[in-house]
Structure formats: C-alpha cells, structure tokens
C-alpha cells in the first residue's frame, strides 16, 4: 500500500484564511500499456476543440467525487473495503461517443459489467455512504468534448470493438486537481483480495 499526503490548499490570509479539503474520488487505474493504447484512439479528436485525458489520469470512477477532511480515515475505510472484495479482470468492449448518442459529452471506452466489479462498487458506495442514482456504466473517458460534441461525432465517427483486458488487484483513493488545472493525484493505493487458484 501507497499513501500520500496531499498539501492543503490555503484561501485567504490571516484570521480570514480557510482550508479547503480535497476533493476525492475511489477508482481504478488502468494499466499503464491499456491507458496508452486507449489514449491512442482518442488522438483522432486532437484537431477538435477537446480536451483529451493523458494516459497517466485514466481511470475508472467507483465512487464520484466530495471533498475530504480526513485522509488517513478516508485510506483505512477504503482498505476495509478493500480486504473484503477479490481481484478480477477488467474487460474493455467498446470505444464510441456517450453517455448520449445524440448528445455527446464524452469519447470513452466502455467495459464489462462484472460480478465482482458491481460488488466492489457497491461496497465503496455504503462504506462511504454516497448514492448515485445514475446507471452504473462502467467506462473510461478518453476526451471531454465542448458544447460542439454533435458535430464532432458527425465529422469523427468512432464506433469500434475493443478486446483489451487487465487483472484489477487494487483500488485507489484520487485527488481531482484544483479547479483550472490538470492531473490527478494518487494519494492511496490499496490492494484486493487475492483470487483463490
């Protein structure tokens, strides 16, 4: 297990000055090789105003994001989590436009839904008592497209079968960046349950 302590952020000065807790997010890294090829497919939008996600910040999100006073409490909640769900295999199925057809946010890449991935999910989303009424769509978002996504999806189709797949042996604790900046921040990395056999 990693753990790092990320620095706080000051508002103000003096009497008047606040800390603002991080913003946190549980995930699961992709493999560096996976984030490469994936990032790969979305260089296609690099002459459209979009905003493409580097290899290193790809991740898919199991719990959305809230701001965190406490992050050893928040790491020693996850490894609870954590202890009690197995590894398993990532699939990746698809790459294409979402969450909407006919409005586009997104180019992501779509996995398949799991046993193991709903239960380790659904396990992150008590322990730390969020709700997310959304269906659950597993996914990894390559690019952030503007207000412009239909005409980018209608000038640059992408509709293709993937068959990429890697062992997910832990889940992470990620610090979204400051508002205006890039990057994402792995501040705990913490292992499942190994797999019988």
Sequence with gaps: MSVTEPPEEIRGTGEAATVRPPRVFVALKIAPEIAQTLAEHGRVLERFPVRLIAPADIHLTLVPPWNEASIPQTVERLRRVASQC???????EHIGYGP????????????????PLAALRAALLAEFGQTDERPFRPHVTLARLRNNGRSIARKCPINQALA???????VELMQS????????TVLASLPLRATAG
């Design 86 to 92: 197995r590894s398993f295999t990532l699939a990746f």
């Design 100 to 115: 909407e057809d006919r409005f586009p946010r997104l180019l992501w890449a779509s996995c398949a839904e799991s046993e």
């Design 164 to 170: 990429l797949a890697q062992r997910v042996e832990s």
């Design 177 to 184: 960046p400051p508002p205006g900046e890039i990057g994402y």
